[in-house]
């Protein structure tokens, strides 16, 4: 399978405890976006990612979250201390030149 | 802020009737228009997309208009079928300057037997 994927796809924690999900990109995409999905919402932008840098942050992403893509291929978030706000979709997609995102399946945290 | 404003919220249709589903938006610099399908459980997956320099584009029963000057662009889906069922979302970039989306908040689209 050749497109974006991420692990864990789901994930169940407690209010508290740190969690770090994975993407892995469509090989050779060099942009990378992180998104936020609620129940019955479109998809929030978290933060993205060119090559290794990460290029622009939504004031959605509090101190709590970071991300990182060190070798500019795949990429994790981890949410610190988290809270049962967060319990959420998180999706991951990445682009080339074309401006196309093209997602990940997801990964579905719930924080109890 | 950027924002993306899309209706209806829900939208039931006869199979083989035509869905309209209309969005606008507001940072007058978007210039990159894709629309996701979503179904339960699934991810996003793009249908079809329109930049700024063309008005209309069509792929087979999906077609998307885009009106600049009003920041208004629309997705139509013509002789639907039961598979168009799915919550559909609108979405705007400025493309290569900035390239993160801003999406609507959804439609989701039911196609009635």
Redesign the interface.
């Known amino acids: 399978d050749t497109g974006v994927s991420q692990d864990p796809r789901h994930k169940i924690t407690k209010r508290g405890q740190n969690v770090t999900f994975r993407c892995d990109p469509i090989s050779e995409h060099n942009r990378l976006y992180w998104y936020r999905q609620t129940l019955g919402q479109g998809p929030e932008f978290l933060t993205y990612f060119q090559n290794e840098a990460q290029l622009e942050k939504s004031r959605l992403l509090s101190d709590r979250f970071s991300a990182e893509r060190p070798k500019g291929s795949f990429s994790t978030l981890e949410i610190q201390r988290t809270e049962q706000g967060d319990s959420a979709m998180y999706l991951c997609a990445s682009s080339s030149a074309t401006w196309t995102q093209y997602f990940g399946p997801g990964t579905r945290l719930l924080v109890l | 802020g950027e924002n ?1 404003e ?1 209706h209806p919220s829900t939208l039931s249709v006869q199979e083989g009737d035509s869905a309209v589903i209309k969005c606008t938006y507001s940072d007058s610099a978007s210039n ?1 228009f ?1 629309w ?1 399908k979503q179904e339960l459980g ?5 249908i079809i ?1 329109i ?1 700024s320099n063309v008005g209309e584009k069509k792929d087979q029963r999906i077609a998307v208009t885009l009106n600049k000057t009003a920041k208004h662009f629309s997705l139509h889906i013509t002789e639907t079928q039961p598979e168009d069922s799915a919550v559909y ?1 609108c ?1 705007a ?1 400025r ?2 300057r ?9 439609t989701r689209l039911h196609i009635l037997p």
């Open positions: 993306v899309q990159y894709p996701y699934k991810r996003p997956q793009l997309d930049r979302f979405a970039s493309g290569n900035d390239d993160k989306i801003i999406f609507g908040k959804g």
